[in-house]
């Protein structure tokens, strides 16, 4: 008896990373759906417009902010997770890694390092929950902490429709 506990356990831990990585992967092909031109407003009421673009062979998905402060923000898998690294005007590069929720409409990114980031107390994006409700809708939240104090950013976008 114990050696069928033990050869099932056995084979649930080894199934875990592969489980991981096909919802990595999900996930990062649900993002990829984004692909093209975005536009709507953030909370300040300001337009924003943001364009998703598959590069490097679909490797990559790059999201580039267009606006006062243009910024990039690259998503890929790496092995069996799915990481994005934002260029951002604050002039470093959180890295974030990915989960999604269990309807893959919500993914949601949480700091995990970055490059020009002096100490924890430094400026930085600290996580991004993006959501896509439908194919034609999604929702950008962006939180930025310094010092201890979060500062939320929320865009509503639309896809732009293809001008004839």
């Not at 890694?97 to 400026?123: E, H, M, Q």
Request: aromatic residues 6%; neutral net charge; proline residues 4%.
């Amino acid at each position: 008896m114990n050696h069928l506990r033990i050869t099932a356990a056995l084979a649930m831990l080894l199934a875990i990373p592969s489980f991981a990585q096909s919802n990595a992967k999900a996930t990062f092909e649900r993002l990829q759906t984004l692909n093209g031109t975005w536009e709507g407003k953030a909370n300040d009421g300001k337009p924003v417009k943001v364009v998703f673009r598959s590069t490097s062979g679909g490797s990559a998905l790059v999201s580039e902010i267009l606006g006062d402060e243009n910024m990039i923000t690259v998503f890929h898998l790496d092995n069996d997770r799915l990481l994005m690294t934002h260029y951002c005007a604050a002039g470093n590069q959180p890295r974030m890694l990915a989960s999604a929720s269990p309807d893959g409409k919500t993914v949601t990114f949480r700091f995990i390092d970055g490059t020009n980031i002096p100490s924890p107390k430094a400026g930085h994006m600290s996580a991004l929950v993006i959501n896509m409700p439908d194919a034609n809708h999604h929702t950008e939240d962006w939180t930025f902490v310094e010092n201890g104090k979060e500062t939320k950013e929320h865009f509503e976008a639309v896809r732009a429709k293809a001008s004839m």
